[in-house]
């Protein structure tokens, strides 16, 4: 009885979540249209006052939150194979980046040559790049760390000095830093018998560091293109007997919000019905693709002139929203392109000239298809098109109708699928499929306001901790783990689809952070939970060129950690606790990915009331754990060199003072941290624990 109660409980608090949610609504879409306009006249009044100026319309949260002295700068730190040739690094960057055109002989990345500034708090790019130097970007370090020569033993150390350095203000926002493993940088060689010989298993790294906002606005340039990295390997690693590879999909917090699979199916569906009828219709009427391409067809009646129209209306939409992307993206050097512009109704006349049509040729269209002979002859044609169709065609639509129901009786499946049955064999699983899937998703959104409210208010732990307590600089360190054989892993400790590798890996940050709190017992409490928000990354995101940028990335999900050295039981607990997210945070996830993608959340709200929002929860959550994942650690650089080793520090943003990166590519784990300058030198303790519990946790 209970039980019960406390389900209709339960659903009672739903329901009037729901309906709190419901009536905020009119308020939420009257702030979006005043949020809107507003926005739109700021940077009206701003780019009317500051011409020299464009004023950065980013909608991204970090746009919202950064400042000068916390700004979001993205490091990322390679390691790559070979001697180390600066004079072709630097070529490659200037060819494929700084220098790249596109075909209307624009530059394809102006923003990395543009200064970025700050103007009544928004940022906006200076437009004249005259005085970009790329010596004072693509930059060869010469220098001796502490007095030695920078190898693995101080990278750590060298690469979290340099993260701690801001780029110059007066510069734009990006750097790319190779650092040689030894004194003699550009040629490293060998002297053998009076020749020069590449050193064999020598490496050197790059560091990139690059503001948010770079990639953010240049809708062309991806992160692998910053990186100059592609995937190549050629296939999938599959090994057999590896529950692993089989499972890995399901284990990976990227995948645990299933997509609407039926869905999808029916609009495919509907799609290639779409495509395939429009594909007829535009062999018919299209005049300038007929088959031969010679004798172009001749519009004698009102059908094919009204189906030149509905092309050409077609065609010139196509263009004029081509050239709105243009437009969008050229920005500033567009402006002066735009006067000359042609307008919609000079497209129209454009596409009509193309087709040859003129009013004189509709008209005598028009009066050819008016003709009492013409409407005569139609009409017979209708009618006897009926009759065929409707009374002699009967008994061989009947038996088409029979064989095909024959077929699905005794087959499953028809070749008839023309035929009705055909038809309704496949629509009717598809639609019925599709409903029960869209009453799961209204399911999900009945429920989203109650559990947002708990994940946000009622489940998150109060309990203090040292990263409450301090006052933060706004200046980042790093640090990283060494690498991290997963085989090695597996073979100590057996998995299961109740026990995963993900779990594991997670108790074994736990378990780090818990050992980092413990050396400030003193002066702070240990809390046995902590506030995290989780995200994913796929491989992608460093070497693919194509596509939307956000594909590869996850939404967010908020992870109440709890803190304790790793053991069976512990592992267990976080594997509940995953579990419940997939259930209770689907909606939140899909909110983050559509902030992500389509800056959704920001669009709804007040800037000032945006950012008390962000410090509130940021104050809340102040660690943010990102999994970066691929099936395979194959990586090479555009001048054919292999990469061992790609590491993302993520920058913590707002009050959010500690970023945990789980890398996780082929069978080799690595930890990189970024965090807050005052958390040093302790932040360091953290990988080293994760190395550890990796290597050594027994359960």
């Known amino acids: 009885m209970e039980k019960i109660f406390n389900k209709l409980k339960y659903l009672l608090k739903t329901l009037l979540c729901f309906l709190i949610a419901c009536m905020l609504l009119p308020i939420i879409i009257l702030s979006f249209v005043a949020a809107h306009y507003s ?112 190898n693995d033993g101080n990278i750590q150390e060298f690469v979290s000095d340099l993260a701690r350095k ?41 560091l990139v560091k690059i503001h948010h906002l770079i990639i953010a606005e240049e809708d062309d340039l991806h992160i692998s293109e910053m990186l100059m990295l592609e995937d190549n390997s050629d296939q999938l690693v599959v090994e057999f007997g590896d529950t692993y590879r089989r499972n890995s999909r399901n284990q990976n917090l990227a995948y645990f919000v299933r997509k609407p ?58 263009s004029w929203w081509n050239l709105r992307k243009i437009a969008k993206k050229r920005s500033f050097q567009y402006l002066k392109y735009r006067s000359n512009t042609l307008t919609f109704n000079q497209l129209l006349m454009q596409e009509a000239k193309r087709r040859n049509l003129s009013w004189k040729i509709a008209k005598n269209a028009l009066l050819t298809s008016c003709h009492p002979v013409n409407i005569v002859s139609t009409l017979a044609a209708i009618i006897v098109q009926i009759n065929i169709n409707g009374i002699i065609l009967i008994p061989y639509h009947i038996y088409c109708e029979l064989f095909a129901l024959r077929e699905l009786i005794f087959k499953g499946q028809t070749t008839l699928t023309s035929s009705y049955c055909g038809r309704l064999s496949i629509y009717v699983p598809l639609v019925v499929y599709a409903q029960i899937e869209f009453i799961k998703i209204c399911w999900e959104l009945f429920k989203a306001p109650v559990n947002i409210y708990e994940e946000l208010f009622e489940y998150t732990t109060r309990e203090p901790n040292i990263l409450h307590m301090k006052s933060y600089s706004g200046r980042k360190i790093v640090s990283f783990s060494k690498s991290i054989d997963a085989q090695r892993l597996r073979q100590r400790v057996s998995f299961n689809k109740d026990f995963r590798e993900s779990d594991f890996t997670l108790a074994c940050v736990a378990g780090a952070i818990y050992d980092y709190f413990k050396t400030y017992a003193d002066s702070a409490p240990v809390p046995q939970t902590l506030n995290t928000t ?129 890398h996780r590519f082929g069978d080799k784990y690595r930890l990189a941290i970024m965090a807050d300058t005052e958390l040093g030198p302790d932040h360091s303790q953290i990988s080293r624990s994760f190395e550890n519990y990796m290597e050594n946790a027994t359960l």
């Open 39 to 150: 926005n739109q006249l700021v940077y009206y009044v701003l780019s009317t006052k500051y011409p020299n100026l464009l004023i950065s319309q980013s909608k991204k949260i970090r746009t919202l939150i950064d400042t000068p002295r916390n700004a979001g700068i993205f490091h990322f730190l390679l390691q790559i194979r070979g001697p180390c040739d600066f004079d072709k690094i630097k070529q490659y960057y200037e060819q494929y980046l700084t220098n790249a055109r596109d075909k209307a002989g624009y530059l394809k990345f102006p923003k990395l040559r543009q200064q970025l500034v700050t103007c009544w708090g928004h940022y906006a790019w200076v437009k004249d790049s005259s005085s970009f130097n790329v010596n004072n970007h693509i930059l060869l370090n010469t220098e001796v760390y502490r007095g030695r020569s920078v």
């Open 534 to 662: 989780c995200r994913t990354i796929a491989k992608g995101y460093f070497t693919e060129r194509l596509g939307d940028k956000a594909d590869n990335i996850g939404g967010v999900v908020f992870l109440q950690l709890p803190l304790k050295i790793p053991d069976r039981k512990h592992v267990q607990q976080i594997h509940s606790i995953i579990e419940k997210i997939r259930s209770k945070q689907v909606m939140i996830y899909l909110a983050s990915m559509g902030q992500t993608k389509h800056d959704m959340i920001t669009a709804l709200l007040p800037r000032v009331l945006t950012k008390i929002c962000i410090n509130y929860f940021s104050f809340n959550f102040p660690v943010t754990i990102t999994k970066i994942h691929g099936e395979n650690s194959e990586f090479q650089t555009l001048w054919g060199q292999q990469v061992d080793d790609v590491l993302l520090f993520r920058p913590p943003q707002s009050k959010t003072c500690l970023s945990l990166n789980i």
């Open 261 to 318: 699979h039926h869905i999808e199916n029916l609009l495919r569906h509907i799609g290639q019905l779409i495509v395939n009828v429009w594909s007829k219709f535009n062999y018919n009427f299209e005049s300038l693709e007929t088959p031969d391409d010679c004798n172009r067809l001749k519009i004698t009646c009102l059908s094919q002139l009204l189906s030149l129209l509905l092309f050409i209306l077609i065609q010139a939409l196509i």
């Open 166 to 206: 801001y780029i110059p203000s007066d510069l734009p926002q990006w750097q790319v830093i190779v650092i040689p493993t030894s004194l003699r940088a550009s040629t490293l060689t060998r002297e053998t018998e009076g020749s020069s010989e590449p050193v064999e298993n020598d490496h050197y790294y790059i």
